[in-house]
C-alpha cells in the first residue's frame, strides 16, 4: 500500500467515498509505520456486502482494488456486474462463512476464500475444485477465542488436521483468519490478533514447504491494531462504505 496524505475536510462535510478510503488508506500506512511494517505488506479490502454495485465502481475509479463479500450469491451477482459495466481488475473476496452444501459456488474468480473454517469444507472445495479443473486459494479460519458464536478450527484441531489439509488436491492454503470479539475498545482484539500470529509462526516451523503468506485479520473497529499485530489483510466495510442495518 502506497503513501497517503490526509485529505483535508471540514467539520461540515460528508466524505465522500473517495476521501473515506483516503482516511482509511492514511491510517493503514500510519499503522505499519508504528509497528515498523511496510505497507505494501497490507491488503486493504473492502467490505461491500449490502452495497450497490455503483459505490465499488466509485471507489475502484479512485483505485481499490480488493473488495469483500460475505454471500457468494452477491459475490457472484457483482462479479458480473464488473464484467458486464467494464470495470476490471477488481479482486473478489468470499469473506462470510460458507455452507458445505454451497461450496461449489466458491470456486470462482476469486482471490481468496477467507473463511474455509472445517475440515468438510476444506475436502468439499477440494472435490468441487478438482471437478473443474480449478484451485481454490483460501485461508483457513481459526476461532482463537474461543466464542461459541464464532466458526474457525480451534488452534489444536487445526494443527491436527493440517497434514491432511494439505494433501487436498485443488485447494491451495495460504495462511490463517480470524475474526476478534467485538468490542468498543480497539486494544481488547489484540491478544486474540498476537495468538493467531504466534500460531502461524508455529505452522510455519511445522510445515516450512508451504506458503504461509497471509494473516487475514481486524475490521473497522480494530483493523489498526490488527495491523500492528501482523496482519496482512484487513477487512474494512463501516469507515468505507458507511453504516449497515447489519454488523460487519
Request: hydrophobic share 40%; proline share 5%.
Amino acid at each position: 500500500m502506497s503513501e497517503y496524505l490526509l485529505p483535508q475536510t471540514t467539520e461540515d462535510d460528508e466524505p465522500s467515498l473517495g476521501v473515506r478510503l483516503a482516511l482509511v488508506q492514511a491510517r493503514v500506512v500510519q499503522a505499519a509505520h508504528r509497528a515498523g511494517r511496510d505497507p505494501q505488506e497490507i491488503t486493504l479490502v473492502a467490505v461491500s456486502k449490502t452495497k450497490p454495485f455503483g459505490m465499488i465502481a466509485e471507489l475502484a475509479a479512485a483505485g481499490q482494488v480488493d473488495f469483500g463479500e460475505n454471500r457468494l450469491e452477491e459475490l457472484w451477482e457483482k462479479v458480473a456486474l464488473a464484467d458486464s459495466q467494464g470495470v476490471t481488475g477488481l479482486r473478489w473476496h468470499a469473506i462470510g462463512t460458507i455452507q458445505s452444501r454451497k461450496s461449489k459456488q466458491a470456486v470462482g474468480p476469486f482471490a481468496l476464500v477467507h473463511s474455509v473454517d472445517t475440515r468438510k469444507l476444506a475436502e468439499r472445495l477440494s472435490r468441487d475444485a478438482s471437478a473443474v479443473g480449478q484451485t481454490v486459494t483460501g485461508l483457513l479460519e481459526v476461532n482463537v477465542s474461543g466464542e461459541e458464536s464464532k466458526h474457525g478450527f480451534t488452534p489444536e484441531e487445526l494443527l491436527a488436521d493440517l497434514p491432511d489439509l494439505l494433501a487436498l488436491p485443488g485447494l491451495h492454503l495460504q495462511g490463517l483468519m480470524t475474526m476478534a470479539p467485538l468490542e468498543s475498545d480497539a486494544e481488547a482484539a489484540r491478544p486474540t490478533f498476537r495468538r493467531l500470529r504466534l500460531l502461524l509462526d508455529e505452522i510455519r516451523e511445522r510445515f516450512p514447504q508451504c506458503d504461509w503468506r497471509h494473516l487475514s485479520m481486524g475490521m473497522t473497529n480494530d483493523f489498526e491494531v490488527a495491523i500492528e499485530e501482523g496482519a496482512t489483510i484487513v477487512r474494512v466495510g463501516t469507515a468505507i462504505f458507511g453504516k449497515r442495518t447489519i454488523p460487519e
